[in-house]
């Protein structure tokens, strides 16, 4: 059994596809058929049923697949220690982040590659849950993501900042006049709402099913960037944490009042177990000091004082 069988076990898994984790992989599809094979022939089962182009995991298929990750993930780690040894001048970092901290990573990235100019930054955007996913499966080094309050046993976590929900209109909105508004004014209010996936998302919806609130949500959309950019139309509210539209003037964050919290916290997520990279860690510094010296300062900023990283 070959490392890069199980690479590529791993990928046609992924896609379900030979033809398409062949293209990934930069081979050809008998190459990997015949790599596939081998593998199967080896451990005396068929990884996968062919279904005429299709393919589909087997039983056995779906049993080996865990182990086959966390053995593609062990020689990984090794590997890196041993690139770790010769310091961090070079590598890459792959980094994944919900788009509503764009504003902090984008700082970030900033200060990273003047320290670090020859390490390659690799990002991947995404909604907080499939961000999990993503480091369950070893695609990213760890991410930058909001918690949603669910325990997080398979992590290592690093605390930033708190921010609260506000409803977030432009300053010709009606509502734009607010000091505060209730959780009953707030399902008035035509509403563009982040999808489901997203952490917020989350928050909202548990507290209207707690209240027996119906907002109005004429769209629901995966990126934060257009929600606000129709939101400036002042045709439209949000609900939003403060950070993600902590820049952008023209708009209007209005505290809502609700007896349960409508805060949620800024952390970097490693998984539990892991080697982390010495460019992993470098990044996560970076990410303190910008903390410790409120680098992005919010009104209810919340700076956690326990910034202790994975080792």
């Not at 708190?162 to 409803?167: M, Q, V």
């Not at 027996?212 to 959309?221: G, R, T």
């Not at 460019?279 to 209810?300: G, N, V």
């Amino acid at each position: 059994m070959e490392l890069r069988q199980l690479r590529y076990f791993e990928k046609a898994s992924e896609l379900l596809n030979f033809t398409e984790a062949a293209k990934s992989l930069f081979l050809s599809q008998s190459t990997l058929s015949q790599q596939i094979k081998q593998l199967e022939e080896e451990l005396g089962v068929l990884l996968f049923d062919r279904i005429g182009k299709r393919i589909v995991l087997t039983e056995a298929g779906e049993s080996f697949l865990p182990y086959a990750r966390n053995a593609i993930r062990d020689a990984d780690c090794g590997k890196q220690i041993i690139q770790d040894l010769q310091g961090i001048e070079t590598g890459l970092l792959r980094i994944g982040v919900t788009y509503s901290l764009t504003f902090l990573l984008t700082k970030a990235l900033v200060k990273f590659s003047t320290r670090y100019p020859k390490i390659k930054v690799e990002i991947t955007f995404a909604t907080s849950y499939e961000l999990v996913e993503k480091l369950e499966n070893n695609k990213v080094d760890f991410i930058l993501s909001l918690e949603s309050g669910n325990s997080y046993e398979d992590f290592e976590t690093m605390p930033l900042f708190s921010s609260r929900l506000h409803l977030i209109v432009h300053q010709s909105h009606p509502f734009s006049g607010l000091k505060i508004i209730s959780l009953e004014k707030l399902v008035t209010v035509p509403l563009i709402l982040p999808a489901k996936g997203f952490v917020t998302r989350g928050i909202i919806d548990k507290i209207c099913e707690l209240k027996n609130l119906d907002l109005i949500a004429d769209m629901e959309l995966n990126d934060v960037h257009t929600i606000i950019n129709l939101v400036t139309t002042g045709k439209w509210g949000t609900i939003l944490t403060f950070a993600s539209a902590r820049n952008e003037s023209q708009l209007v964050k209005i505290p809502i009042r609700s007896d349960k919290s409508l805060s949620t916290r800024a952390s970097l997520f490693w998984a539990k177990g892991t080697y982390q990279k010495k460019s992993s860690l470098a990044f996560a510094k970076i990410l303190s000091e910008m903390t410790e010296a409120h680098d992005f300062a919010l009104p209810d900023h919340a700076p956690t004082k326990d910034h202790s990283t994975a080792t």
